[in-house]
T-cell receptor, first 115, second 117 residues
Framework: AQKVTQAQTEISVVEKEDVTLDCVYE???????LFWYKQPPSGELVFLIR??????QNEISGRYSWNFQKSTSSFNFTITASQVVDSAVYFC????????????FGKGTRLHILP | NAGVMQNPRHLVRRRGQEARLRCSPM?????VYWYRQLPEEGLKFMVY????????ESGMPKERFSAEFPKEGPSILRIQQVVRGDSAAYFC???????????????FGEGSRLTVL
């Protein structure tokens, strides 16, 4: 069963618009972590954020913000005032305490920021 | 401090040849993970190794694929008799501790891109 779902395969927005990337996860563990990674065209993976299951506080880092809602099993990522450099594939991921030797990735959302 | 080093960055092989991908973890890291990214897909876990031991290979195809992490030297992911479906980006990650994959204390290399002709 797929445990991390990123329903948006591809999104295009015009520069300076806000954009939200959705992530829905599935787990039976009470202890788990959620992550977002960015993969720019160059191909490397850039770690963006980690949240643990006991911390539902939303987080803001510059133009990036994350909304973690356990009630809906979602961990959405919003980019405010998008820039062309934000163009990348974004992956949501999950790790579970009972399976602590792997991170499970969603299929990613390809984000195009148009100038 | 050097990050996780993977080489080669790009590898081209013909069907039936062998591919060897190398991963040097960050200094002091004894836990290594290999992931595969097929085109337009997310990363899929393949194998988790500690020095000289395979801990979890549940994501490895049963045939043609093997991995090792010797006491000295880099971790090696070996693919024998490659087929076109093996074309993918292979990422290595390292961690200083057992729970690295849980807590996200996982550092990824830049990946090795294998193309099978």
């Amino acid at each position: 069963a797929q445990k991390v779902t990123q329903a948006q395969t591809e999104i295009s927005v015009v520069e300076k618009e806000d954009v939200t990337l959705d992530c829905v996860y599935e787990t039976r563990d009470t202890t788990y972590y959620l992550f977002w990674y960015k993969q720019p065209p160059s191909g490397e993976l850039v770690f963006l954020i980690r949240r643990n299951s006991f911390d539902e506080q939303n987080e803001i880092s510059g133009r990036y913000s994350w909304n973690f809602q356990k009630s809906t099993s979602s961990f959405n990522f919003t980019i405010t005032a998008s820039q062309v450099v934000d163009s990348a594939v974004y992956f949501c991921a999950l790790s579970e305490a009972n399976r602590d030797d792997k991170i499970i990735f969603g299929k990613g959302t390809r984000l195009h920021i148009l100038p | 401090n050097a990050g996780v080093m993977q080489n080669p960055r790009h590898l081209v092989r013909r069907r039936g040849q062998e591919a060897r991908l190398r991963c040097s973890p960050m200094k002091g890291h004894s836990h290594v993970y290999w992931y595969r990214q097929l085109p337009e897909e997310g990363l899929k876990f393949m194998v988790y190794l500690q020095k000289e031991n395979i801990i979890d290979e549940s994501g490895m195809p049963k045939e043609r694929f093997s991995a090792e992490f010797p006491k000295e030297g880099p971790s090696i992911l070996r693919i024998q008799q490659v087929v076109r479906g093996d074309s993918a980006a292979y990422f290595c990650a390292s961690s200083p501790r057992r729970t690295g994959a849980l807590t996200g204390e996982l550092f990824f290399g830049e990946g090795s891109r294998l193309t099978v002709l």
